[in-house]
């Protein structure tokens, strides 16, 4: 029986389509391998369940209830105590730097109260640089106490002969926010934005340069020339540069029109260290173009190797302290995680840099690396 015409013009059209693709070995195993991929590391990696998470705490009751109940906050797995702080001036600046995730306070006469059956309050001091995480600390400590103090008021009640339903509550906590006291999401997520919207701008805007050359047939005449590769390199990255610097001035100016939301800190500063991130971003869609073979192939690399990486992995949606260790090394090597915690300080803490030079350094290195080893990869391609 004979196929209709159109029939088998449709699939000689699909044969060769299919040729194509299976020449294209490298695009075709990506769009095989990108769904489990993607579904190991995410469905491994995003937690939004939060654990460990670091706090310190001013004891200035130093009794026996008051070491009772830090520990209880301890053997929870929540909360992590990662240091005891003597004075009261050391709260912003453990804060400030994203030692702790809050700072407990025991006052004078915890102990005393809760002997006495009196109701006792302590005091959180939160980091509300990270308005869901810190919300979620207080939901976590709320219940807690909570928890501890229905625990306390029984035992209190038992051994004095009384109901429980007579006892007052034993526990109550006092939270004090800084940096973001309404805790409003918009003043944490706008920052990220700008952070993963100049990633996104860098990928698209270099990951065609050099192998739009090359597809175009221009590359050889590249390479007869007499410029060098650092030459060619540093002179396709500058143009780029500009345009991305322009963008970051219209996100903070948009940022601050329709959201309200604008650095605390030195925008001089900010601008200056976005540069930095702007070459290490730039320089990863260079170096994904100069060993690519085709554009389409650069633009999805690109896309794998920066986005998606700065939306799930760096900290922008789910805090990396939930993560798994694994993923939190890898997390270590993506500019964006450093580069948002940067313009988080900024903004909403408005550090300087002593706050985060480690984050700075490790920008800077990667920026020179990626410069560098693009440099590299180029010249072999000229060779």
Known sequence: MRRPATLRRMLAVARAEWR?????ARSLAIVIALPV???????YGINLDLRDLPFAVQDLDRTEQSADFVNR?????????????????????????????FVLVIPHGFGGDLASGRPAQVQVVLDGGDSATASVALGY?????????????????????LPASAVEPALRVVPRVLYNPELRSVN???????AVILTLLAAL????????????????????????????????????????????????????????????????????????????????????SSLARSHQVATLIAFLATVLPSLLVSGFAFPVRS??????????????????????????KGAGVSAFAPRVAALAAMALALVLLTVRTFRKRLE
């Not at 993506?334 to 909403?348: M, N, Q, S, V």
């Open 323 to 348: 993560m798994p260790v694994a993923l939190q090394a890898i997390a270590q090597i993506i500019p964006a995680t450093h580069f948002l915690i940067i313009i988080r300080a900024i903004y909403l």
């Open 188 to 194: 944490f997520i706008v920052p990220g934005l700008i």
């Open 73 to 101: 906050l301890v053997r929870s797995g929540y909360f992590t105590l990662a240091r005891a702080i003597q004075d009261t001036r050391e709260i912003d600046s453990v804060i400030e730097v994203g030692a702790v995730r």
């Open 205 to 288: 805007l270099t990951s065609g340069c050099i192998v739009r050359e090359r597809e175009g047939g221009s590359f050889e005449a590249l390479a007869a020339s007499p410029i060098a590769p650092i030459e060619i390199v540093l002179g396709k990255l500058l143009p780029y540069a500009v345009i991305s610097f322009v963008d970051i001035v219209l996100c903070m100016v948009v940022g601050r029109l329709l959201f309200g939301v604008a650095p605390m800190g030195d925008k001089a500063l900010l601008l200056g260290l976005s540069l930095i991130y702007l070459i290490a971003s730039l320089s990863i869609g260079l170096l994904v």
């Open 37 to 43: 991929f993607l579904l190991l590391i995410y469905g």
């Open 20 to 24: 194509h693709n299976y020449r294209d």
């Open 141 to 161: 400590l709320q219940a807690l106490v909570g928890d501890h103090s229905i625990h306390l008021a029984r035992r209190w009640a038992m051994r004095h002969g």
